[in-house]
Every structure is written in structure tokens, then in C-alpha cells.
């Protein structure tokens, strides 16, 4: 039986070098992370009981990592949800297209780093839900 699009998606345990004087991670395209990264940014000063994304992305691939403080991710691929809470820098969730994620739950201070397969596109983008729901039940 094949994956089911939400299957797809699973967390990484980025490598940690602990050291007295502080830790260091690194990610590697084509070891870490499936695909090579063309775009970086990242969430920051949330306010407290704000929702980001709210979209799906038709080819973009995407790994998110709690840099700070802590948040939930919400996945759907029109049939499963599923959350993941990310609070460890050292740690990632890997998202394939055509999955709605909405990201919640921020602790104060928290910043989300996404790394990207694309660069920005806004046609690329699925920003209505009911649009991505007929699209993806369609397939």
C-alpha cells in the first residue's frame, strides 16, 4: 500500500555536537534534508495566540526547526491531520507539497526557521482551504 501524502511527512533528529562552551547542529542538503535549500527565513515575534501559514504549496518542499522556544505544527492532506510540537533546534519536521500546515501554539520568544526547496512563488501557493481540499480529493 503507498504512503499516504501526510505519511510523507516525519521529524529529524538534526546531528548535535555538545560542547562546554555551547552546542552546535548542522544540516546538510542530500543527507539531513531531501532537497536543496534556495530559500531561508523564519517567523519571529509572534504574539501570543496567533496562528501563521494557513497554506499548502503545490512543489515547494519545506523543514522546519523550532531556533527558539517552541510551537505546534498542523498537517492535513485533505483526509489526516496531524500535529507536531517542535521545542529542540536539534530537531525538524520535514514537509513534502500538497500539505496543509497551519502553525500554532508559539511560546514567548520562539523562532521558527523554515529552509525551502524554492524559491518564492507566489503560484506555487494554496492560501484557500477549500480550494486545496477540492484539488487534493480530485487526485
Not at 529529524?12 to 542530500?30: A, Q
Not at 492532506?77 to 497551519?102: A, Q, V
Request: proline share 3%; charged share 25%.
Amino acid at each position: 500500500m503507498d504512503k499516504t501524502m501526510i505519511e510523507k511527512c516525519y521529524t529529524v533528529n538534526l546531528p548535535k555536537i555538545n560542547d562546554p562552551r555551547g552546542n552546535l547542529t548542522f544540516i546538510e542538503s542530500g543527507k539531513h534534508i531531501a532537497f536543496d535549500i534556495k530559500r531561508v527565513f523564519y517567523l519571529y515575534d509572534v504574539p501570543g495566540g496567533a496562528n501563521r501559514a494557513g497554506h499548502a504549496l503545490k512543489n515547494c518542499q519545506q523543514f522546519l526547526i523550532a531556533m527558539s522556544g517552541s510551537f505546534d505544527v498542523v498537517l492535513d492532506d485533505g483526509y489526516e491531520k496531524k500535529r507536531f510540537h517542535l521545542n529542540r533546534s536539534y530537531y525538524g519536521l520535514y514537509i513534502c507539497p500538497m500539505i496543509w500546515r497551519e502553525i500554532d501554539n508559539f511560546s514567548s520568544g520562539s523562532v521558527c526557521m523554515v529552509l525551502a526547496s524554492a524559491f518564492y512563488d507566489e503560484a506555487d501557493y494554496y492560501r484557500d482551504y477549500e480550494e486545496f481540499i477540492a484539488t487534493v480529493r480530485v487526485k
